[in-house]
T-cell receptor, first 112, second 115 residues
Framework: KAGVTQTPRYLIKTRGQQVTLSCSPI?????VSWYQQTPGQGLQFLFE???????NKGNFPGRFSGRQFSNSRSEMNVSTLELGDSALYLC???????????FGPGTRLTVL | QQQVKQSPQSLIVQKGGISIINCAYE??????FPWYQQFPGKGPALLIA?????SEKKEGRFTISFNKSAKQFSLHIMDSQPGDSATYFC??????????????FGTGTLLAVQP
């Protein structure tokens, strides 16, 4: 069974630009969560989607948004990038077993 | 607002020794406490997890001890091996309202096991 895949793996953008990150969950998983990982703040929850609906949202500004498609694939968008948005963005999918979340390898975003 | 505090920040253990990482939480509305292991360049991987109605769970060399009254839980790695060198994160999962299914992570512990 293929794991969670995230594209692209690395991304370099400049301040003010916007970026879209993609996540394909494990086949059959309908829940996708996004996390931001930085050395200073650690792992922080961004949002969770289930069956194309956002179920939970973390404490991030409105510049961070996401969506989920009917095939459970999810995208995350960050508009008007700031230097502080440089981070590893992780996607995690969850199946019927509510407990285990499977993380992807992440997208390393660098904002210059 | 940090709700899960993890210590130590880094840990050096000799091969064959015991690695102990501690976490404490501040909110009782958690129903699941996983530990994740992360290697450089990889996403976190679930190592072991426990529910608050259990005081201890063991899987191979890894054991979680859970103290509900003290709101503390710890990870013990027995017979630590160089391959265990990684960053370890504790987490707690919310159970009510907007925190449902949301994992709150500790700040991580960088473990180095010396051969």
């Amino acid at each position: 069974k293929a794991g969670v895949t995230q594209t692209p793996r690395y991304l370099i953008k400049t301040r003010g630009q916007q970026v879209t990150l993609s996540c394909s969950p494990i086949s059959g998983h309908r829940s996708v969560s996004w996390y931001q990982q930085t050395p200073g703040q650690g792992l922080q929850f961004l949002f969770e989607y289930f069956s194309e609906t956002q179920r939970n949202k973390g404490n991030f500004p409105g510049r961070f948004s996401g969506r989920q498609f009917s095939n459970s694939r999810s995208e995350m968008n960050v508009s008007t990038l700031e230097l502080g948005d440089s981070a590893l963005y992780l996607c995690a999918s969850r199946g019927l077993d509510r407990d285990e979340q499977f993380f992807g390898p992440g997208t390393r975003l660098t904002v210059l | 607002q940090q709700q899960v505090k993890q210590s130590p920040q880094s840990l050096i253990v000799q091969k064959g020794g015991i690695s102990i990482i501690n976490c404490a939480y501040e909110n009782t509305a958690f129903d699941y406490f996983p530990w994740y292991q992360q290697f450089p360049g990889k996403g976190p991987a679930l190592l072991i997890a426990i529910r608050p109605d259990v005081s201890e769970k063991k899987e191979g060399r890894f054991t979680i001890s859970f103290n509900k009254s003290a709101k503390q839980f710890s990870l013990h790695i027995m017979d630590s091996q160089p391959g265990d060198s990684a960053t370890y994160f504790c987490a707690a999962r919310g159970v009510y309202g907007g925190a449902t299914n949301k994992l709150i992570f500790g700040t991580g512990t960088l473990l180095a096991v010396q051969p």
